[in-house]
């Protein structure tokens, strides 16, 4: 369906939508490589503190990046293949419910890695509050899709 006032189409958005995903994953990527110099960087900018005081902050972020940078591939490629379903058509599936699984997983396990984190700086604790909330709702997402998979499923019996 065309939007009328835009032009703007499903297959437009789902392209756009596989497109940034793409760029997320290969900026992952580059984090992956790039991780001791970011580490680096929030070494010297970082002013907190926290219960455990560390001369190598350094390589406690880089340690942190490396984690959550393997959690956010792991959901990059789970919501790619997700959104490969929906345009192949194929909406209300158990896959579908499974990728919003893992990448729900994820982000809950990036919010704990940060909370463990936090030890050596408070400031990810706001990350890991972020987290946790959008693994939440993404718990929610994943059980609503659960349940419009098991009616799909009734739907199709009964016909």
């Known amino acids: 369906m065309v939007n009328e006032l835009t ?3 499903e297959m437009k958005s789902l392209k756009l939508s596989r497109f940034l995903v793409a760029g997320l994953f290969f900026l992952l990527i580059v984090v992956l490589f790039t991780a001791h110099i970011i580490a680096d960087w929030f070494s010297i900018i970082s002013v907190g503190e ?3 005081k560390s ?3 350094d390589i406690v972020v880089t340690v942190m990046i490396y984690i959550c940078d ?3 591939i792991t959901a990059v490629v789970a919501l790619n293949k997700l959104l490969s379903n929906i345009s192949n058509e194929e909406v209300f599936t158990e896959q579908n419910t ?3 699984r893992i990448i729900s997983w994820c982000i809950v396990f990036a919010g704990i890695t940060f909370i463990v984190f936090s030890l050596w700086r408070y400031e990810f604790l706001f990350a890991a509050f972020f987290a946790m909330f959008l ?4 718990r929610v997402l994943k059980n609503v899709f659960e349940k419009a998979v098991e009616l799909k499923s009734e739907n199709d019996f009964t016909i």
């Open 7 to 9: 032009g703007w189409s």
């Open 55 to 57: 001369e190598r902050l």
């Open 50 to 52: 926290g219960f455990i």
């Open 98 to 100: 499974k990728c919003l």
């Open 70 to 72: 393997v959690f956010a």
């Open 135 to 138: 693994g939440l709702v993404m």
